[in-house]
């Protein structure tokens, strides 16, 4: 599988872990990095800016194989998230976007992500209405909504996804599945629900598929978690594996990633 990772990125700037330390991460640039270390090819699209953030992010993503050829680097600040690791859970504070608030793609970012097998995106990427056309040209889409199914980004990026992902911190409830059912009917094709220690659930438009998890060695940092299992689950699908083998790769990734501190 080769897998374009188009949109946002951020530098995860852990405020209470040895006076503040800076990881690189973001969705999709996650998503790549993972791919790679499951077998898979991965380029990442986007921009950073021409700090010493977006040093760290070009010598990140280069470092673990990620293609960076359309990596641009514009005058400004690289994105940040701060967070505070609190027993193991990661807590989200401020967010910066620095020169993610003015990236667009290119005709030649488009022709290049029509070379690979997959394209996926998150809610930061401000690349959901390029959707439409990337799905008409014939790539399969992804789209990861996080916890916001009803944001308007996830909204614009709905009707062309092949791949639906969100995350609900909760058991398999029957509003969950009716959410996920509406999602269906909204346009997307497969609809997966990552539902934390519960495991996942898919939904093709027919049949409901429930997978639980792969135990990890010690719960350290949750931080991508949710990006190794949509990582792992492109792969499997992408590649002919059945929806349940392909759950159960999402779930192997996650667990691993759960592992250490940081995304990767």
């Given at each position: 599988m080769k897998l374009a990772a188009i949109g946002s990125n951020c530098i995860d700037f852990y405020s209470?872990?040895?006076?503040?330390?800076p990881f690189p991460g973001g969705g999709p640039v996650n998503m790549a990095v993972y791919t790679l270390r499951i077998g898979g090819k991965a380029s990442y699209i986007g921009a950073v800016g021409d700090d010493d953030y977006g040093k760290i992010m070009q010598e990140a993503m280069s470092?673990?194989?990620?293609d960076i050829s359309h990596l641009y680097v514009k005058r400004g600040k690289t994105a940040?998230?701060?967070v505070e690791l609190q027993?193991?859970?990661?807590?989200?504070g401020e967010y910066r976007e620095g020169v993610l608030a003015e990236f667009q793609l290119s005709e030649e970012d488009k022709a290049f992500i029509l070379t690979h097998d997959v394209v996926v995106a998150d809610l930061w990427g401000r690349v959901e209405g390029e959707f439409a056309q990337l799905q008409k040209s014939g790539i399969r889409t992804a789209f990861d909504c996080a916890n916001h199914p009803d944001a308007e980004?996830?909204?614009?990026?709905?009707?062309?996804?092949?791949?639906l992902f969100f995350?609900?911190?909760?058991?398999?409830?029957?509003?969950?599945?009716?959410?996920m059912k509406?999602?269906?009917?909204?346009?997307?094709?497969?609809?997966?629900?990552?539902?934390?220690?519960?495991?996942?659930?898919?939904?093709?438009?027919?049949?409901?598929y429930r997978y639980g998890i792969k135990e990890c060695r010690k719960t350290v940092d949750t931080m991508g978690a949710g990006d190794s299992y949509i990582a792992g689950?492109?792969?499997?699908?992408?590649?002919?594996?059945t929806v349940e083998k392909a759950m159960e790769l999402g779930a192997a990734t996650a667990a691993d990633t759960l592992s250490y501190f940081g995304a990767w």
């Open positions: 209470n872990l040895e006076g503040g330390k470092g673990k194989g990620v940040v998230s701060r027993n193991g859970e990661r807590v989200f980004a996830a909204k614009r990026a709905v009707p062309y996804a092949d791949y995350s609900a911190e909760d058991e398999d409830r029957a509003e969950i599945r009716e959410k509406a999602i269906r009917e909204d346009g997307a094709k497969m609809v997966i629900c990552m539902l934390g220690k519960n495991g996942s659930l898919c939904f093709d438009g027919k049949e409901f689950f492109l792969k499997g699908i992408t590649e002919g594996m």
